[in-house]
């Protein structure tokens, strides 16, 4: 391939030569489109190639070739677009009919072929685009038109060629750990050196994972202040964080809550206060698990249009910079807009926020929405479920024992007072004409009673005391 393209160029470079025409200016723009036409020729090619970062564009010394180089990652996209035309008849050269073609070539031979035929002077265009593999370490992107011509003296031909070549950067990419149970849990603590020991052992939030591209920077600075964070990178208050396209990050804070970060999002730590904990949602995605930062404490997610002021639940925070959208998973959130007043929304609802207020209350499916994250924060969503779940059952189940124990005490209680009985005891005497325990026994073993009021013993049969006189 690259030999026929070296033909084609020199070809086209005689051919120059040969018929007098002169070198001319090829307008280039920085995002990688431009036009290439000779000076003094009718053939025209328009390109515009995206995707990767341009780092190198130049012209050979007649302009029938323009050069772009730049760099790519795996699973990019590339794409190519070309318009233009050949040249057409004259008095004296017969135009033959142009073709227009675009390709990619990652090693493995040309890929993505697109070709064209254009009669004579008459304009066309084509696009193609390419996904670049894992294995690939060069990727070229052609584009190329051209056409012959015959006159008395023979002929010749026109090419006009774009050649982008693109180097393919290998980036490291670390999976997230798998999921276990929070009761399984035994905090892992990233391995740093001594210095970066004390910014971590108690630091409020920290790395738990990241992968792909995460940076790190003070909000304060611009953007040539980022670093490429590690594990074991220290956040502080006021850090920045970003995450890049095909990259993410979980933030563990010191009471076991958890953030993920999705690709392409920026937020801010706010950790001046541990009580009034905050996070400052600048672009993109973000998952959220929490418990409770400290006694009586608190967590807000600041958006663009409204703050998520939220206590022990899970959630998902997006905004793009004109809509801010909270969506629950467990638990309750109140919502506070810039503009109007603040809505509570639970499990399964979600509430959308602009500059002129807040939107209605919606149902969304929350299995739906988990399908477009990663397998991990899956798995972290419904253990965050069960966990409420048993939370729940638990709390009702320690109510109800409570109640029940209250209960059985208070029977207990109210049978212990009908049981209490006092016995005098046998040599207690009792006053006179009174029957006790022991005499009314002896009384009724011999078949008399007592008096009431002298306290003689009486036959059973009796119905006055023989005594007193007084009436039994």
């Not at 193609?128 to 894992?134: D, E, L, N, Y």
């Not at 400052?280 to 663009?304: C, P, Q, T």
């Not at 729940?392 to 024992?401: D, E, P």
Request: proline share 4%; with cysteine; net charge negative.
């Amino acid at each position: 391939m690259k030999k026929m393209i070296r033909s084609l160029t020199v070809m086209a470079l005689l051919c120059s030569v040969v018929v007098g025409y002169s070198p001319a200016t090829i307008a280039l723009a920085a995002s990688g489109s431009g036009t290439i036409q000779p000076a003094g020729e009718e053939i025209t090619l328009d390109f515009s190639v995206l995707g990767g970062r341009i780092t190198k564009s130049t012209a050979d010394g007649w302009k029938y070739k323009y050069f772009i180089e730049g760099t790519v990652r795996p699973g990019e996209t590339l794409s190519i677009a070309v318009s233009g035309n050949g040249t057409s008849s004259s008095a004296y050269n017969e135009a033959q009919d142009a073709t227009m073609s675009v390709w990619f070539d990652a090693g493995e031979g040309i890929e993505n072929r697109e070709n064209v035929t254009l009669a004579p002077g008459v304009s066309g265009s084509l696009a193609s685009s390419f996904i670049v593999p894992g294995d690939a370490h060069e990727v070229e992107v052609i584009g190329i038109i051209g056409n012959t011509f015959v006159n008395p003296n023979g002929g010749g031909s026109r090419s006009l060629i774009l050649s982008a070549v693109f180097e393919v950067e290998k980036v490291e990419v670390t999976t997230p750990p798998a999921l276990v149970s929070e009761e399984d849990i035994t905090p892992m603590r990233p391995q740093v050196n001594a210095e970066e020991k004390d910014c971590t052992e108690n630091a409020i939030v920290r790395f738990g994972d990241l992968y792909g591209e995460v940076n790190v920077r003070p909000n304060s600075e611009d953007d040539d202040a980022y670093i490429f964070a590690e594990l074991g990178t220290c956040l502080k208050h006021d850090d920045r964080i970003r995450t890049l396209p095909r990259s993410g990050a979980i933030l563990s804070w010191s009471d076991m809550s958890t953030y993920v970060m999705k690709e392409d999002s920026i937020i801010v730590l706010d950790i001046a206060n541990e009580r009034e904990t905050k996070i400052g949602l600048i672009a993109g995605n973000i998952w959220v698990n929490l418990k409770r930062l400290v006694k009586d404490g608190s967590m807000e997610v600041e958006m663009s249009q409204a703050v998520a002021g939220i206590k022990g639940t899970t959630l998902i925070c997006e905004d793009d910079g004109i809509t801010s959208t909270v969506k629950v998973i467990e638990g309750t959130v109140e919502v506070t807009p810039n503009r109007g007043e603040p809505v509570f929304i639970s499990d399964g609802e979600l509430v959308a926020a602009t500059s002129s207020g807040v939107g209605p209350i919606q149902p969304f499916s929350i299995e739906d929405e988990m399908a477009t994250w990663d397998e991990t924060t899956q798995e972290m969503t419904d253990q965050a479920i069960k966990d409420s779940k048993h939370g729940f059952w638990t709390s009702t189940m320690t109510l109800g024992a409570a109640l029940l124990a209250v209960i059985i005490a208070a029977v207990l209680v109210t049978k212990n007072k009908k049981q209490k009985v006092t016995v005098p005891s046998a040599n207690v005497v009792s006053p006179v004409g009174q029957a006790t325990p022991s005499n009314f026994e002896q009384a009724s073993q011999t078949g008399s009673i007592f008096c009431g009021q002298c306290g003689k013993s009486i036959p059973g049969t009796a119905e006055f005391c023989g005594k007193c006189g007084t009436k039994v």
